[in-house]
């Protein structure tokens, strides 16, 4: 591995990131005993839901996704 490019090393920050995250995950499930599985699963959709969103808005320069109206987003929530 020689020099990488920007992309590519953004690209392997959010791979560690993410092999940490779920690492964490998996060692700490021993621990939530009383954990609400439906709640704490709604809430990291609602998570990941906002991120994208986030992204989205970003990508399009604060008209939502490039090429899709900003008419769709409340159908698009809704699913």
Same mark, same amino acid.
């Given at each position: 591995?020689?020099? #990488?490019?920007? =992309?590519?090393?953004?690209?392997?920050?959010?791979?560690?990131? *993410?092999?940490?995250?779920?690492?964490? *995950?998996?060692?700490? *499930?021993?621990?939530?005993?009383?954990?609400?599985?439906?709640?704490? =699963? $709604?809430?990291?959709?609602?998570?990941?839901? #906002? #991120?994208?969103?986030?992204?989205?808005? =970003? $990508?399009?320069? &604060?008209?939502?996704? %490039? &090429?899709? %109206?900003? *008419?769709?987003?409340?159908?698009?929530?809704?699913?």
């Amino acid at each position: 591995m020689n020099h #990488l490019n920007r =992309q590519e090393r953004t690209g392997a920050g959010l791979a560690a990131g *993410s092999v940490l995250l779920v690492g964490g *995950s998996v060692a700490a *499930s021993s621990l939530l005993g009383g954990y609400p599985v439906l709640g704490g =699963q $709604a809430i990291r959709y609602l998570a990941a839901g #906002l #991120l994208l969103a986030a992204w989205a808005r =970003q $990508a399009g320069n &604060g008209r939502g996704l %490039p &090429g899709w %109206p900003s *008419s769709d987003w409340p159908g698009a929530a809704c699913c």
